[in-house]
């Protein structure tokens, strides 16, 4: 192999990690504080909620799926823990816990319809985006509902210097990232992603096995939501809006295959949030204009969809298998 092939088969294997490690130097170089430990701090801290939806979602691709209403998940769970603390006086445990089986519950409700009724899952969640956006507006008339003063001083809570909800995050990253790598369902996940009817006529129970992924990701999508609503002090309108093409991007940019089959939930969730994160982090120590950062965003996005579907091209060739539409 020519060294020419040799570049381009390293930059085709590890070009996101390159890229990470440049925008990583050039904001350290060109910006005063942000190699500051408070800074750094708090960029874990602010991408919490985004990784642990992305870690729920990142098991329905793995099957070959898609989930895109996790993001209004994550505010109609948000909203039903909030509002039983503030008008029902519940206990925050008891608000907790229905917050996340009301995520679990939308998570069903998603699988229901891909699984039982056959609908395309990316059809199925687009309407349930909305609907469910609908359903958090309703419930809470599209107002900006405060947290318990109690509960809100929640969201300063520290272990050393890390931010609580840091250590919640990558908890429960490693736990997934676990549970698909180290499970007969995980990796049962992975074969569905890789053939879905290679795995059914292998017996493998594909129809359970998406529904209870699409069960853990709005379970986990409601997590977020929760971290999110801490951070904030507040529930409103905004909350989750735009999160789940986040999520998409995070778990796409760090290396999981949107084809399914492919990839490493816990490096690809966490690198994939700090990429974007340095991004938004950087631009505004650069006092960049914030629309910037949608377009340097969306750049790398579409990067890093350019080089999955390369990855893909390559390996079809190397086995001889013909492209998605191909005779």
């Given at each position: 192999?020519?060294?020419?092939?040799?570049?381009?088969?390293?930059?085709?294997?590890?070009?996101?990690?390159?890229?990470?490690?440049?925008?990583?130097?050039?904001?350290?170089?060109?910006?005063?504080?942000?190699?500051?430990?408070?800074?750094?701090?708090?960029?874990?801290?602010?991408?919490?909620?985004?990784?642990?939806?992305?870690?729920?979602?990142?098991?329905?691709?793995?099957?070959?799926?898609?989930?895109?209403?996790?993001?209004?998940?994550?505010?109609?769970?948000?909203?039903?823990?909030?509002?039983?603390?503030?008008?029902?006086?519940?206990?925050?445990?008891l608000a907790l816990a229905a917050a996340l089986s009301a995520g679990a519950l939308l998570g069903a409700l998603n699988g229901f319809i891909v699984v039982v009724l056959g609908v395309n899952?990316?059809?199925?969640?687009?309407?349930?985006?909305?609907?469910?956006?609908?359903?958090?507006?309703?419930?809470?008339?599209?107002?900006?509902?405060?947290?318990?003063?109690?509960?809100?001083?929640?969201?300063?809570?520290?272990?050393?210097?890390?931010?609580?909800?840091?250590?919640?995050?990558?908890?429960?990253?490693?736990?997934?990232?676990?549970?698909?790598?180290?499970?007969?369902?995980?990796?049962?996940?992975?074969?569905?992603?890789?053939?879905?009817?290679?795995?059914?006529?292998?017996?493998?129970?594909?129809?359970?096995?998406?529904?209870?992924?699409?069960?853990?990701?709005?379970?986990?999508?409601?997590?977020?939501?929760?971290?999110?609503?801490?951070?904030?002090?507040?529930?409103?309108?905004?909350?989750?809006?735009?999160?789940?093409?986040?999520?998409?991007?995070?778990?796409?940019?760090?290396?999981?295959?949107?084809?399914?089959?492919?990839?490493?939930?816990?490096?690809?969730?966490?690198?994939?949030?700090?990429?974007?994160?340095?991004?938004?982090?950087?631009?505004?120590?650069?006092?960049?204009?914030?629309?910037?950062?949608?377009?340097?965003?969306?750049?790398?996005?579409?990067?890093?969809?350019?080089?999955?579907?390369?990855?893909?091209?390559?390996?079809?060739?190397?086995?001889?298998?013909?492209?998605?539409?191909?005779?």
């Amino acid at each position: 192999m020519s060294s020419f092939g040799r570049l381009a088969t390293f930059l085709l294997q590890n070009g996101f990690l390159v890229v990470l490690a440049a925008v990583f130097a050039f904001f350290a170089i060109f910006t005063n504080t942000f190699l500051a430990s408070g800074n750094l701090i708090d960029m874990l801290h602010a991408m919490s909620p985004l990784m642990t939806i992305s870690a729920g979602l990142a098991l329905v691709v793995m099957a070959g799926k898609l989930d895109i209403s996790v993001g209004s998940v994550a505010f109609v769970a948000a909203s039903v823990g909030t509002l039983l603390m503030t008008r029902l006086g519940c206990p925050p445990l008891l608000a907790l816990a229905a917050a996340l089986s009301a995520g679990a519950l939308l998570g069903a409700l998603n699988g229901f319809i891909v699984v039982v009724l056959g609908v395309n899952p990316l059809i199925t969640t687009l309407g349930t985006m909305i609907a469910f956006r609908g359903v958090g507006l309703q419930l809470t008339n599209a107002q900006v509902e405060r947290l318990p003063e109690g509960v809100r001083e929640l969201g300063n809570w520290s272990v050393g210097p890390f931010f609580g909800d840091t250590l919640i995050a990558l908890a429960i990253v490693l736990a997934v990232d676990l549970l698909h790598r180290r499970t007969i369902f995980g990796r049962q996940l992975t074969a569905i992603g890789n053939g879905e009817d290679v795995a059914r006529r292998i017996g493998m129970p594909v129809d359970r096995l998406v529904f209870v992924a699409f069960v853990l990701s709005g379970a986990l999508a409601a997590v977020g939501g929760v971290l999110d609503t801490l951070q904030i002090g507040a529930i409103s309108a905004y909350l989750g809006k735009g999160l789940e093409f986040n999520a998409v991007a995070v778990i796409v940019v760090g290396g999981v295959s949107l084809f399914g089959g492919r990839g490493r939930i816990l490096s690809s969730v966490v690198l994939g949030a700090l990429m974007f994160e340095l991004i938004r982090n950087g631009l505004n120590h650069l006092g960049a204009n914030p629309y910037a950062y949608r377009l340097v965003s969306g750049a790398v996005i579409f990067a890093a969809m350019y080089a999955d579907a390369l990855k893909s091209r390559v390996r079809r060739a190397a086995v001889g298998a013909p492209a998605p539409g191909e005779a």
